[in-house]
């Protein structure tokens, strides 16, 4: 899942969010310095891709994919999953998007001195393009994906991947549909195990 996923599923625990979007940023085992519900994050983060990554809907939409795509259905599928989240977020969320966004980037700046260099210049890009409320414009994604694939080490299709990824709109939407409540249930569920196991409670 992409990071407005992870930072909802996350829940309302501001240093649980931010460990969530800190997985995607750091490596190896959680720094025991780190506060508990920060490492509860992490572990969450990857505990959500581990299990979305498995999951047979998620395995069916990558397949659909023709290569030069299919290599890269892993990306487009969290990115667009976003999307469809921003679309429909009132049905998933307990505020608008645009109010849980300020929230998001209030969490951010309260956590901003454990943010590595990598983060900050993510939570920079966010402020810069309007994130993650701007992953409701089907616009928006032509940019992330153009982001995308400069970051990547090898060259790579990405940037073009727009029309791909509209052939399919509806099967992915009908995909996210069937996919994101089985995976908040999942989420709620480690939220609480990894919490305790960290002693965030």
Request: proline letters at 7%.
């Amino acid at each position: 899942m992409n990071h407005l996923a992870h930072a909802l599923l996350a829940g309302d625990d501001p240093a649980l969010v931010f460990g969530s979007l800190l997985g995607d940023f750091v490596r190896g085992a959680p720094d025991p310095a780190l506060p508990p519900a920060l490492r509860a994050g992490i572990r969450l983060h990857r505990a959500v891709d581990a299990w979305t990554d498995a999951h047979p809907i998620v395995v069916a939409g990558r397949a659909r994919f023709a290569p030069p795509w299919r290599r890269y259905a892993g990306i487009l599928l969290d990115v667009w999953f976003d999307h469809c989240l921003a679309g429909d977020f009132a049905r998933w969320a307990d505020r608008p998007l645009d109010a849980y966004a300020q929230w998001l980037h209030a969490v951010l700046d309260a956590h901003a001195a454990l943010q590595p260099p990598a983060l900050r210049r993510f939570v920079a890009y966010m402020r810069a393009h309007a994130l993650p409320a701007a992953y409701r414009e089907r616009a928006t994604l032509d940019d992330v994906f153009a982001g995308l694939s400069h970051r990547l080490s090898r060259a790579n299709p990405l940037a073009e991947s727009g029309p791909a990824l509209d052939a399919q709109a509806g099967r992915l939407a009908a995909d996210f549909e069937a996919f994101f409540p089985q995976l908040s249930a999942f989420a709620a569920e480690e939220r609480v195990r990894l919490r305790a196991l960290e002693g965030a409670d």
